[in-house]
């Protein structure tokens, strides 16, 4: 009898076992509340991203197109896989010096791992992090940017 | 195509096109048409993980075939005819999940599990076994081909809650309880025809909430499952639907 | 690798757009079938690296790709419509992923998720054996910056995949 | 003892029989047609080859199988054709009462002791 | 103590102790030797090999292999210095320790260090095409790699 | 006759598992070798993620290097930029502040949650069960959010640099952390409704791919799968790094070291994680985050080895050094790599099935394995 004993206990456990595991799933199937779908494109307006977010590598410009770059090539030293490329130019200035400025800010996002090593390395505080992260391109060649804007300058007195 | 033959022929069913008298024998026999489709779809694509399913399915859906013949049984021993609207007529009085007594509970349960193991289910779906086998029978099986396939096995599914619902939960007939006849009127009022397809459709829900739930078993498990516990379980609950019904035990 | 599937002009059999009159049924149908099309996409699951956990993370509870009609991921490439390439492609890798592409039935588009599928993204220099972005292996209809991108950012490349699909291309 | 039923052949049910039959096929046939004609097509070598996760695959597909499945089909068999030997008597055996039941008893057991046997060979064992 | 122990182990080897960890200097050709005693003596039982590393020195080539016992709680690193640079050749130890199997492997396909006697000496990250052996320092391939 | 057919004598079947396939977790290769459902032999082919990181970071700086070995195992990204950090600052003998280790700590051991939550839902997606991976995601995003809110990124965080971390912790760390944590316990009891002492869970693992504690020691495996086997080996314990001396947890060991043995100890590493994060949180010390160093890094000349626990075991980096910026040659020796040693040991002789389910609870990252 003790073999028709265990094989009845054995049936009753795993019959119980399996429909406590189906109370459970019944349960979030019946509540509603539960659910933490988040709804993208339409929530796009108040969709706010932590505030540490890495998504890209910006350059904000004051509203008179000035940068805080002075083209030190801080951050494309530090930055590990080539993703800043400055190339750099001599403006004059009026007391008729010459001085070092960026010509163009080559940003590679389709490289970019975004680490932060190059805002940590920045001394002016040049770049940030922005918080965009829709970068979804038909063409690769879109992904390179320039960050500075044409025709920007650097701020006044940040050296 | 096996699998489209196969899918016209289970139709003709449940609808009562046409009043077999021996309907359920007929059902039952139709419905394991599926196997070929799914051996000879598995075997021809010349694929590794196709073939494994293909043998793997054949292996199961003909056992799990013998337990739900085996609780299809059990209610045809009650009603001693294999109509399908003799059966329903049968079950005027009251459902034979509910008249039948603890036999007809036993069998109502295998009878789900076999469905399920039968029409690929998870936790039985091992013709499958997209974690295994990547996609089982249909792995190169693309567009309207693969289409079919997925919808004789949705159209099989319903077949087997079809049959599930006729011989268990009374097909058409609405829910009574003994004499409360203010409520039995009510019930009256709904169509039949929305009884027939809740009940299916509730029967085809217990075998998705299954698929949520459940891991799936191994084919050894599964064989195990099928041989050493449904089987004797059901030809056990044969006998004892055989007393019952003898002995006019149920209502 | 069958570039010219993707060729505008050769997308439908019949050239229909091109007869005078009368084509208005058929293009009408040829929106239809490409507004079907883009609801329906059914994702193959290829994840090589970082990429494939926050694929998966848009097909998980909170993103639910499905939602788009990405629903079912396909283990095999007979039934999958778009190639997620999430992770590095090495060169090991290269004629495995031209396989799958090849084996995809048309139409089939192909999503670069992450700065590795694009370009190679943090291996692009100093590396022996990466291919330096998924487009040297098979055409790419987008790409995804980010490393990896948040799954709302796959969600809008899924998407802009599907813009591209209502537009027949 | 109420006559066993017989066969009333309704000629209309197995037309609609044949109907829905046609109606299966066509809406098969027809789907297969309208998704050729609609769809885009490509060919190359790789496409033709069986799909193995990406990989040529090595060695044939068709292959000297393994006997552990051909054991539970042929075990169904047996337990199948018992079951087709129920089905009549399922039908009848309110009518006979008892004596159904010994009968079946005794059917019953020999198939078990066959079963047992096949347990005990360890045909039941998956290999 | 098990330097003392080291020292009947492998008397040709040199043993410092300025690391964290101990470390044997040993020649390749004793490697053998010196790694059946070590997984087996009472004294020391290094059974868990950690990890197996190949530098390449560009003028000879060293195996490190650090070693864990997971009963005394030693720790231990054996350097095999191969002074051959052209045919790198060091004794497997995959059947003392199993997961050297693989380890080696790595090795071999890497830095191109050949196993005698290992069971199954093939590539194991690369393709079985692939020329050289991308580890090792003189490496260049111009198509594959862009330098920063 | 035999000879006719040409194949009759072994009747073996040989089968491709990967690159690209739902069990292999990525793009692990597997040529398996079978007889009907019987597997004979295992051969895995590694190589379609192999990045070639080690030569890369030959040509890194030690402050750059760092950001590779996030993408390594990215399940536990954190901990692998720990052990990185930990080898430079023994190498140049940096003091780490209080405040920077407690910091470390916690977010290694939520990167360990979120590890094993997603290990959770894939062992159950493997044997066959949809509902658990839905369920682990939905804790998981809750790490992830407060991971973006601090480093800034879900994956791959590179937050630790050498002497500290990147930044300071957000202000809503703490209170974020804790209401994750208060959350994950009362959702705990579920998991184990709904797996753990699932019937058809336990049959699919039990007793399935056994690896003795003399083959799991022989076989070099780490983490939870050798304390599966009863071996004692977590690093936390043995070589305690940051503050993880002064913490009060349990090592979680299972002796019998079959599936469900490693299922048992992962789920008892998720409570210990939390026990730690629990006795962490509230004493986090004020200070500095990170210790002055200088901007360029030069390690001595010498050898250094490091070994951290990850999610997935014992992680060892080892750095030659010249003396200059970067390092000579780094080894990563990772705990992927000799576990899936021991795979064609484990899976011998079992089902197909079986395979899955002892990969699954191997727990394999593949860009670990081929680095």
């Known amino acids: 009898m003790g073999f028709l004993a265990d094989y009845i206990s054995t049936v009753y456990n795993s019959v119980k076992s399996l429909l406590i595991g189906m109370k459970r799933t019944g349960y979030y199937f019946t509540h509603h509340k539960e659910i933490i779908t988040e709804e993208y494109p339409d929530n796009r307006a108040t969709l706010k991203m932590a505030d540490r977010f890495k998504g890209e590598v910006i350059m904000p410009h004051t509203e008179t197109n000035e940068h805080r770059c002075t083209g030190c090539t801080a951050c494309e030293l530090a930055c590990p896989n080539g993703t800043i490329k400055i190339i750099t130019k001599f403006d004059i200035t009026p007391e008729g010096k010459k001085k070092k400025a960026i010509d163009t800010f080559i940003y590679h996002l389709e490289l970019c791992t975004l680490c932060n090593l190059c805002v940590d390395a920045c001394p002016t505080g040049a770049i940030q992090m922005g918080q965009g992260f829709e970068h979804s391109v038909r063409n690769r060649a879109d992904l390179t940017k320039v960050l500075n804007k044409p025709g920007s300058k650097v701020l006044e007195g940040v050296e | 195509m096996c699998n489209v033959a196969y899918g016209a022929y289970a139709i003709a069913k449940n609808f009562q096109i046409w009043d077999l008298n021996i309907g359920v024998l007929y059902v039952s026999a139709v419905s394991s048409f599926a196997v070929i489709g799914i051996l000879m779809a598995g075997w021809s694509s010349n694929n590794k993980y196709s073939l494994l399913g293909a043998m793997r399915s054949g292996a199961q859906i003909v056992s799990y075939e013998l337990s739900a013949g085996l609780s299809i049984l059990t209610i045809v021993i009650l009603t001693g005819s294999l109509k399908v609207s003799d059966i329903i007529q049968s079950q005027e009085t009251g459902w034979w999940l509910f008249k039948g007594h603890i036999p007809a509970l036993i069998a109502f349960v295998i009878y789900v599990i076999a469905i399920t193991a039968e029409t690929n289910r998870a936790p039985f779906d091992m013709a499958e076994a997209e974690s295994e086998l990547t996609a089982g029978f249909h792995t190169e099986y693309s567009g309207m081909r693969f289409a079919f396939f997925f919808l004789s096995e949705y159209i099989n599914i319903f077949i087997a809650c079809g049959i599930g619902a006729t011989l268990f939960l009374g097909g058409w007939m609405p829910f009574h309880i003994g004499h409360w006849e203010a409520f039995n009127h009510i019930m009256d009022f709904i169509p039949s025809s929305v009884w027939f397809l809740g009940k299916v459709f509730f029967l085809i829900f217990v075998i998705m909430w299954f698929r949520w739930t459940f891991p799936r078993l191994r084919i050894d498990q599964l064989l195990n499952l099928e041989w050493k516990y449904l089987l004797p379980i059901s030809l056990f609950n044969l006998l004892l639907m055989t007393v019952v019904a003898i002995m006019g035990w149920y209502f | 690798m069958d570039v010219n599937a993707k060729d505008p002009k050769s997308t439908f059999p019949g050239q229909v757009h091109s007869s005078p009159g009368g084509g208005i ?77 090849d084996q995809m039935p048309e139409p089939k588009y192909v999503i670069a998720m992450g700065a590795c599928a694009t370009s190679g993204g943090p291996f692009f220099y100093n590396t022996y054996s990466v291919v330096k972005g998924a487009d040297h292996v098979i055409p790419v209809d987008i790409y995804v910056a980010g490393c990896p991108p948040r799954p709302e950012a796959l969600l809008h490349a899924l998407i802009s995949l599907q813009e591209r699909v209502k537009e027949g291309l | 003892m109420k006559p066993l039923k017989t066969g009333n052949f309704q000629p209309m049910g197995a037309i609609s029989l044949l109907l829905l039959i046609c109606v299966g096929v066509a809406f098969a046939g027809g789907g297969i047609l309208v998704s050729n004609l609609i769809s885009r097509k490509s060919t190359n070598a790789q496409k033709g080859e069986p799909y193995e996760c990406g990989v040529p695959t090595v060695g044939q597909s068709w292959i000297q199988f393994n006997v552990g499945y051909y054991l539970f089909a042929l075990l169904f068999l047996i337990f199948d054709v018992e079951l087709v030997f129920l089905y009549p008597w399922a039908v009848v055996v309110k009518e006979l009462g008892m004596p159904a039941l010994i009968e079946i008893l005794v059917f019953m057991f020999i198939l078990f002791l066959g079963f047992l046997y096949a347990h005990k060979k360890g045909a039941l064992k998956w290999m | 103590m098990l330097k003392d122990i080291l020292t009947t182990i492998a008397p040709t080897g040199t043993i410092d102790e300025t690391g964290e960890i101990l470390s044997l200097t040993i020649d390749a050709k004793d490697w053998r030797e010196v790694a059946v005693q070590l997984r087996y003596h009472e004294g020391c039982k290094f059974d868990y090999l950690f990890c197996v590393t190949a530098v390449d020195w560009k003028t000879h080539f060293t195996m490190v292999y650090h070693f864990d016992a997971t009963e005394g709680r030693q720790r231990l690193v054996v350097k095999a210095k191969i002074n051959d640079r052209t045919n790198p050749e060091i004794e497997t130890v995959c059947d003392i320790w199993r997961t050297a199997e693989l380890h080696e492997r790595e090795a071999y396909d890497l830095m191109g260090i050949k196993f005698l006697n290992h069971p199954d000496l093939r590539r194991l990250f690369l393709t079985d095409e692939w020329v050289g052996y991308p580890l090792r320092k003189d490496y260049d391939d111009p198509i594959n790699m862009i330098k920063l | 006759m035999f000879e006719e057919v040409g194949r009759t004598e072994t009747g073996d079947l040989i089968i491709n598992i990967g690159p690209q396939h739902p069990a292999t977790h990525g793009v692990l290769h597997l040529v398996i070798t079978l007889n009907g459902e019987t597997v004979k032999k295992i051969e895995p082919h590694l190589g379609y993620i192999h990045r070639s990181i080690e030569k890369m970071c030959e040509s890194l700086t030690y402050r750059q290097y760092i950001y590779v070995t996030s993408r390594m195992d990215y399940l536990s990204s954190h901990i692998n930029n720990h052990a990185c950090a930990l080898v430079v600052e023994k190498g140049l003998q940096i003091e780490v502040p209080q405040r920077a280790q407690y910091i470390r700590v916690i977010l290694d051991e939520l990167n360990r949650i979120a590890s094993h939550l997603l290990w959770w839902g894939a062992i159950a997606m493997d044997v066959g069960a949809i509902t658990p991976f839905f369920h682990a995601f939905r804790e998981r995003e809750l790490i992830t959010d407060i991971m973006e809110e601090t480093c800034g990124a879900r994956l791959t965080m590179n937050f630790m640099v050498p002497g500290g971390t990147m930044m300071d912790i957000h202000p809503d760390f703490v209170k974020k952390t804790k209401a994750f944590l208060n959350f994950f316990k009362s959702k705990l009891p579920e998991y184990h409704e709904l797996v753990t002492g699932n019937v058809i869970f336990k049959g699919r693992l039990e007793d399935v791919g056994v690896l003795s504690k003399e083959d799991a020691i022989s076989y070099g495996t780490s983490g939870p799968v050798a304390r599966a086997s009863g071996v004692s080996c977590d690093v936390r314990k043995l070589y305690p790094y940051d503050v993880y001396s002064q913490i009060n947890f349990e090592e979680a060991i299972e002796t019998k070291g079959d599936c469900y043995a490693r299922y048992k100890v992962r789920m008892k590493e998720l409570e210990e994680s939390i026990r730690i994060i629990e006795q962490l949180i509230d004493n986090i010390p004020e200070g500095e985050f990170q210790a002055k160093t200088k901007a360029v890094l030069k390690l001595p000349k010498g050898e250094y080895m490091t070994r951290v626990e990850t999610a997935r075991g014992d992680l060892g980096v080892y750095i030659t050094s010249e003396g200059g910026t970067t390092p000579y040659r780094i080894k990563f020796r990772s705990p992927g790599f000799s576990n899936l040693s021991a795979l064609d040991h484990m899976v011998r002789g079992s089902k197909i099935g079986d395979m899955v389910a002892i990969m699954g609870t191997l727990d394999l990252v593949i860009p670990d394995i081929d680095r």
């Not at chain 3, 778009?82 to 031209?98: C, D």
């Open chain 3, 25 to 101: 049924v058929v293009s009408k149908l040829d929106e239809v079938i490409n507004w079907a099309r883009s609801n329906s996409l059914w994702p193959l699951v290829f994840g090589t690296s970082c990429c494939a956990i926050e694929m998966m993370s848009a097909a998980s509870a909170k993103y639910d790709f499905s939602r788009f009609g990405f629903e079912v991921t396909r283990a095999t490439p007979r039934q999958a419509d778009v190639i997620i390439i999430s992770g590095t492609i090495v060169n090991k890798m290269a004629p495995v992923l031209k396989r799958l592409y």
